[in-house]
């Protein structure tokens, strides 16, 4: 019994000294903000918890402070299983069959089942989420895991098939006043009991600059209230300037290797596709504030030099590989207006994805014509002409005016293939008009070719 005393004074003081974020954490579903379309009244997944009959496994996925392990918290709180926790960072398969053994044990002397919050379950590796099936299967644990990743990429399939997958939004700003409000009128777990004046504006400044995340939001709080000194009258006061210093920099969702990565250099690429320059400056300014590399995004930029503006603006290339030579040479943070400029210069310039026309050939090559022999006039002349011929009828081109000459060099049963359709765009208007001119007269010759001896003359 004292033990447990002890214990409990232990939890007590543990509580009291824990961070500001844990100790708002909601504990009842009413007190979930900003998750409506999952746990709101009527929802699947609130009728489930309400009614204690959980599926076999849930997927949590959302962003970091979106209210994930809060969740997770509060079904423990309404089942009537035994909750047990697990960090995918610091556990391994020897934890997880600890788990499992005592939920066997568990079920089978107390009939009583077990909850399995698994932290960042896409840390776990494949053999590790292997092992978890089996048991989520047989019923053994009741398994819900947390994650800030795609799920359809970082969790098994033959997991992700058997779970229910509910995805979290980040907070609104509304949802995050909310949270703050409730942090500084609470007496038992905020700072209700304690004299604390916050300006609305300096609120707001608060909940603006977390970008969603109620944790981020709630541990600027706290940094402001503890490190400010009370006036005279015992209230201490929180102004705009401090509570710029407490959150100084906007969280950005970013994940350098994770999913909102992929997402935002899409956005990117496709602004500066789409002709948007105000777009892609803001997503480039979202990538660079959040760290990503710069090289990164100059070799995506190198690639859609070519593949989207291509010949409808050649300069496109040319200015943007010495855009990518500059970014080397000067290195960050002056790097930055090297890569503005390749971005603003592609982003505003004509568009061809005519450079995509080479996988035409390609396939031609593959499903076609893949041993198909050069033409004896196009070979290399230098070695076999006497003996084989080769070379023999070949038209030095610059003997001519205008330096062409009509002439084949596709093989033979492809004569007359297009592959390449210049687009009417740019410079590559002026490459389309000599183009049809050339083709043109290619016709005419192979036509006066075919055409029979006594026909020609």
Do not use: C
Request: no cysteine.
């Amino acid at each position: 019994m004292a033990r447990d005393l002890f214990d409990h004074a232990i939890e007590a003081q543990q509580q009291r000294e824990a961070p500001l974020a844990a100790r708002m954490r909601p504990r009842t579903l009413d007190e979930i903000v900003g998750q409506d379309h999952i746990i709101g009244p009527g929802r699947l997944l609130r009728r489930a918890i309400e009614a204690d009959r959980l599926f076999s496994a849930l997927i949590l996925w959302g962003p970091p402070g979106s209210g994930k392990t809060t969740l997770a918290m509060v079904i423990a709180r309404h089942t009537r299983a035994h909750f047990e926790t697990l960090s995918a960072v610091t556990a391994g398969v020897n934890d997880i069959r600890r788990v499992v053994h005592e939920a066997r044990e568990r079920r089978k002397l107390h009939g009583q089942r077990t909850l399995l919050l698994i932290d960042e379950i896409h840390r776990f590796n494949k053999a590790q989420q292997d092992a978890l099936l089996p048991h989520v299967e047989d019923g053994t644990i009741t398994l819900i895991g947390a994650t800030t990743e795609n799920p359809y990429f970082s969790v098994n399939s033959a997991l992700l098939s058997r779970a229910r997958l509910f995805v979290l939004q980040p907070l609104a700003e509304e949802h995050i006043l909310t949270l703050l409000r409730r942090a500084l009128t609470d007496p038992e777990r905020g700072y209700g009991n304690r004299r604390v004046q916050v300006d609305a504006e300096a609120l707001l400044h608060l909940a603006r600059m977390a970008n969603g995340d109620a944790r981020n939001a709630l541990n600027a709080l706290e940094l402001a209230v503890e490190s400010t000194p009370p006036d005279a009258a015992g209230t201490i006061h929180i102004n705009l300037p401090i509570a710029q210093e407490s959150i100084q920099r906007r969280a950005v969702l970013y994940d350098k290797e994770g999913d909102v990565h992929y997402d935002v250099i899409s956005a990117f690429i496709k602004s500066v596709r789409g002709s948007d320059p105000d777009a892609a400056l803001y997503w480039l300014a979202k990538m660079l504030h959040a760290g990503e590399d710069p090289r990164f995004i100059m070799r995506r930029l190198l690639i859609l030099a070519s593949e989207d503006v291509g010949l409808a603006d050649p300069m496109g290339l040319v200015l943007t590989a010495a855009a990518a030579q500059s970014l080397d040479y000067v290195g960050m943070p002056e790097g930055v207006y090297p890569l503005v400029e390749a971005t603003l210069y592609l982003a505003t310039a004509p568009k061809s994805n005519s450079a995509t026309h080479y996988f035409r050939a390609a396939a031609a090559v593959s499903e076609r014509s893949a041993a198909d022999e050069v033409p004896d006039h196009l070979k290399d002349s230098s070695r076999d002409a006497a003996g084989l011929g080769h070379g023999r009828g070949y038209r030095y081109p610059h003997d001519f005016e205008g330096h062409w000459t009509p002439q084949q060099y596709l093989p033979t049963h492809l004569l007359g293939e297009t592959f390449y359709t210049p687009s009417n765009e740019g410079y590559e208007r002026e490459i389309a008009a000599r183009l049809a001119r050339w083709r043109a007269a290619q016709e005419r010759a192979r036509e006066a070719e075919t055409k029979p001896t006594s026909a020609r003359g």
